[in-house]
């Protein structure tokens, strides 16, 4: 007689209608239980029954239900799934298959399959990717996957870079093709072989893309020449060896190896710009005044260099600070080497004046051994030669962004807008409770964000500069011209590592379009998107690897007496961030708890230093 009664429909619709509920992210816990966060001052406990219904990281809408005073959350309706392709290892073997998701908070194991066409045996260990394909709220009476690819053996030394690339889904190996000649670009190419051109990188580097030559002129004024490799001599716009850069966007660097946008004949061999070598290049002449400005007088053009000397950093921060051994094989290498760190020196005291100058801090670098474990840590200080370097480059993109800017209106430029207008008045607030007054609106802008930039960077700590940071807005690659705020800049469009990054290779076409005379196209803002993107996925997996190295670099010191000295840089409802001071693990507290005495706000701000036991490892 209830069936299919109106009456009857009315009400259950009516009881769920006034029925409470909540959308929000399951946060588990390891003791079986788990939250849903609804924001930041919310949450809702979910009991271990109902948390067999779904997944840490599952955005969902749950039934509340409210007794004796408690309120609990009843999983309801999937919004979004926290895994829907994710990486892991694979439990069992032939036709009962689990696999356990690379996550601290998804012990379980997930039944699985193979799927169809994988030609793979998997058994216990193996690492593979998944596809989930059931889910207890979509109807289906549990969880369920299928693996998609086999990674790796569970014993291969190297899992975390084929995990990693795997997990992010990046190529693992260096594009296919050749190519075999240089097109005609109808380019005029103005032979600068004669000039004692030299390259400054890592002794190891064998994709060299810049070459340096200075000259003194009158009036005390420098000339510097920067010479760039030319691959788009070779590599014709929407070839497949072009389709393919556009992919993969950038060179991706791990630690220990690389997989580079190009086919290592080119970004190696023919673009490298090797000593003793004849190269095609893109060129940029400018003119320095005495006191660093770059003068009108800009020049693209397109070139053949053969550089003269391959220069290793240490060795030529060495010979300009009166140390080591190395001398430079003749006076004109030595008379190079000395012009340009005189232009280093201008353009840095130019750039500290007019714009914004990074601190120094150390890169730092994994040795690793054949079997791919960690044997050391080192840092390894930026000296002047790195500076000679990076102060010529960004010279170089500066002359870029403005001659794009001027004679095409667009290119592909590296925007920074500071501060999120939405965060400026909480960011005055903050700062003011630390002594530091600045207004809320001329922060926005570069000038005022210059300035409190040179503000927080004279302070005794970094401290303030850390709590900030979650202020301002990200970094985009745009194709209209914009300031950079974080070089302190109205302009910048890096074309100088074209062998490594798609949009260099973009504004090395439009350049050549200007020295031609000819019109150009406008790149679309889909390849900014595809360009953005990419460098994200790049940064996580570089990310990804350095904190699993560190973490078996530190393997050894769980649970023993080995402290680490290291500075709060922040503090939370969720904890602290602490940078270790030795070696570069200012990531890995997301890997480690700690047992950390009491404190308060005051010794944060001091960014006092504390001795830090590794009390568990969680990786």
């Not at 693996?147 to 084929?162: E, K, N, S």
Request: with cysteine.
């Amino acid at each position: 007689m209830f069936q299919d009664n109106p009456l009857l429909a009315q009400l259950k619709q009516q009881l769920h209608s006034q029925t409470p509920r909540a959308e929000g992210v399951v946060k588990a816990t390891e003791k079986g239980f788990g939250f849903l966060e609804v924001d930041a001052q919310k949450s809702y406990f979910i009991p271990p029954p109902q948390m067999k219904k779904v997944m840490h990281g599952d955005r969902i809408i749950a039934v509340i239900h409210s007794e004796k005073e408690r309120e609990s959350a009843e999983p309801e309706e999937l919004v979004e799934p926290f895994l829907t392709r994710f990486v892991g290892k694979v439990q069992g073997k032939n036709d009962r298959l689990a696999i356990v998701p690379d996550h601290p908070l998804l012990k379980d194991a997930i039944p699985c399959r193979a799927a169809r066409g994988l030609n793979h045996e998997f058994k216990e260990g193996d690492w593979a990717v998944a596809e989930m394909r059931r889910h207890p709220l979509k109807g289906d009476r549990s969880f369920y996957a299928e693996l998609t690819q086999y990674i790796t053996f569970g014993d291969d030394h190297f899992v975390p870079w084929w995990v990693t690339l795997a997990r992010h889904n990046l190529e693992k190996e260096a594009p296919d093709g050749v190519a075999t000649e240089m097109l005609d670009e109808g380019l005029v190419r103005e032979d600068l072989t004669a000039l004692d051109f030299v390259t400054i990188d890592s002794a190891s580097t064998e994709d060299m893309d810049d070459a340096l030559f200075a000259k003194a002129l009158p009036d005390d004024k420098l000339q510097l020449i920067v010479a760039i490799a030319d691959p788009t001599a070779w590599i014709a716009e929407g070839s497949k060896l072009d389709k393919a850069a556009k992919i993969r966007a950038f060179t991706n660097y791990l630690p220990g190896f690389n997989i580079p946008m190009l086919p290592r004949e080119l970004s190696d061999d023919l673009c490298s710009l090797r000593a003793n070598e004849v190269r095609p290049v893109l060129a940029c002449r400018m003119t320095l005044s005495a006191d660093g400005t770059i003068e009108d007088n800009i020049e693209f053009f397109a070139a053949t260099i053969e550089s003269k000397a391959k220069l290793v950093y240490d060795q030529v921060s060495d010979w300009l600070e009166n140390t080591g051994d190395w001398q430079p094989e003749s006076e004109a290498i030595a008379e190079q080497v000395r012009l340009l760190a005189q232009i280093c020196q201008r353009r840095g005291e130019w750039r500290h004046n007019h714009a914004l100058v990074f601190k120094d801090r150390p890169d730092y670098r994994f040795i690793l051994g054949e079997k791919g474990e960690v044997l050391d840590i080192v840092a390894e200080p930026r000296r002047i030669a790195n500076r000679i370097v990076e102060e010529a480059m960004i010279a170089a993109n500066i002359c870029a962004a403005r001659v794009l800017r001027d004679k095409l209106g667009f290119g592909i430029y590296n925007v920074h807008m500071g501060f999120d207008p939405a965060n400026a008045d909480a960011l005055a607030a903050l700062l003011k409770t630390h002594g530091l007054h600045v207004d809320a609106e001329e922060v926005l802008t570069l000038d005022g964000f210059c300035k409190l930039r040179r503000e927080l960077d004279a302070q005794p700590t970094g401290f303030l500069d850390s709590r900030i940071r979650r202020f301002q807005s990200f970094a985009e690659i745009s194709t209209e011209p914009g300031p950079h705020f974080g070089l302190g800049l109205e302009a910048y469009a890096t074309w100088t590592s074209p062998i490594r990054k798609y949009g260099d290779m973009i504004n090395h076409r439009l350049l050549k379009a200007v020295i031609k005379g000819e019109t150009a196209t406008r790149p679309q803002d889909e390849i900014t998107v595809q360009m953005a993107e990419r460098r994200r996925l790049n940064r996580m997996a570089e990310r990804d690897v350095g904190d699993w190295l560190y973490a078996r670099f530190l393997k050894d010191k769980a649970g023993t007496d080995t402290r680490f000295a290291a500075e709060i840089v922040d503090i939370s409802r969720g904890g602290m961030r602490v940078r270790w001071l030795i070696t570069a693990l200012s990531p890995l507290f997301r890997h480690l708890s700690y047992t950390l005495c009491a404190m308060n706000w005051f010794a944060a701000r001091k960014t006092a230093l504390y001795k830090l036991k590794v009390k568990r490892f969680t990786k």
